[in-house]
């Protein structure tokens, strides 16, 4: 089981198994959630969950062996509540990177099959948790609420109960209806995670794009109305962005056409045309709804002074066509 949990921790430093402490390790392979002091910024949140996931930080970041909250001395299981690709793994890295703990990360197939063995086998997750001052993150530990049968369910529930243990905490990012979660034991805290809007998909692109700088403009208001360029170059890039935010997308689909983007730039840095080709060429679907939209919003994006000599009906020329 630790030679499990060990090949199962993911962080930019080592465990030393003899000392029992973190160790830096040169050329260690590292996946995406090693720490990165910008995780909190990269979060396409709402200022309501970004203030429930700091609670909880709160409420969970205390020094190894310190006094601890109430709640940490039961345990903590936190419900990351959506559907795919709304951003439910990088609010886990965020909260990770955060309290600079490592990901302890279990997955469904990791779960023992009977309740009677998953308790024991619970129980030393929590325990190697506590020792390694990890955070456990139960991967689609939901897959089993897709059967009817009961002893599918049962096993979850053993599984939070043993995760109430002191000092543990555990994430569980999972797709569960309303009715499905009443069927479980009671989970510390809940965050619900909606299906990305334009707004947040529009931040998202921009941030894989490496420009903050307009994501914080643009998401000031519940339009691009309000959007300024300095110049019309600027001004350009962002009526790009917007027209490729609405094509619905989730997290993980964005994420991939950025890659193909990147690939088909040929070692340059990708633009908002290289995406456009993307989605073009996978045939992404684009509603009618969401056709119609897009050009309201487009005719809202005023260029700067310097890009009035540009034939504006040019620039809208593409969306007319489309609606």
């Known amino acids: ?8 921790l993911s962080w930019i430093i080592g465990y030393d198994t003899e000392k029992h402490e973190w160790i830096t390790s ?3 392979d590292c996946d995406a959630s090693v720490y990165d002091q910008d995780a909190w910024k990269k979060l396409v949140k709402d200022q309501q969950t970004k203030d429930l996931i700091q609670s909880i930080l709160n409420t969970i970041e205390c020094s190894p062996g310190g006094p601890q909250s109430e709640q940490v001395r039961q345990g903590l299981n936190i419900l990351l509540r959506g559907a795919q690709g709304t951003g439910k793994r990088t609010v886990i890295r965020a909260i990770c990177n955060m309290l600079k703990r490592p990901i302890f990360d279990i997955r469904a197939n990791d779960i023992p099959s009977t309740a009677d063995v998953v308790r024991p086998w619970a129980a030393k997750v929590a325990s190697l948790a506590v020792q390694w001052n990890a955070v456990v993150v139960v991967d689609r530990g939901d897959y089993f609420m897709k059967f009817p049968w009961p002893e599918h369910r049962e096993r979850i529930n053993v599984m939070i109960q043993e995760f109430e243990s002191p000092e543990c905490i555990c994430l569980w990012p999972s797709v569960l209806s309303d009715k499905q979660q009443a069927l479980l034991r009671p989970f510390s805290a809940t965050i619900n995670f909606p299906d990305l809007d334009p707004a947040a998909r529009r931040h998202r692109w921009l941030q894989l794009f490496g420009r903050d700088d307009l994501a914080a403009t643009l998401s000031s208001s519940e339009d691009a109305s309000t959007a300024t360029a300095r110049d019309a170059e600027e001004w350009t890039f962002i009526r790009e962005i917007e027209k490729i935010s609405w094509y619905e997308l989730d997290g993980a689909d964005i994420e991939d056409f950025m890659t193909l983007a990147r690939n088909s ?9 290289h995406v456009k080709a993307s989605l073009k060429d996978w045939e992404a679907p684009l509603s009618v709804r969401s056709k119609v939209a ?17 034939p504006r009906s040019q620039e809208h020329g593409e969306d007319v066509v489309s609606v």
């Open 1 to 8: 089981m630790e030679e499990l949990g060990l090949e199962r």
């Open 26 to 28: 040169n050329g260690l």
């Open 265 to 273: 730039a040929g070692g340059c840095d990708p633009t908002p045309q």
């Open 294 to 310: 897009r050009y309201f919003a487009l005719r809202e994006i005023h260029p700067p002074a310097s890009a009035h000599d540009e």
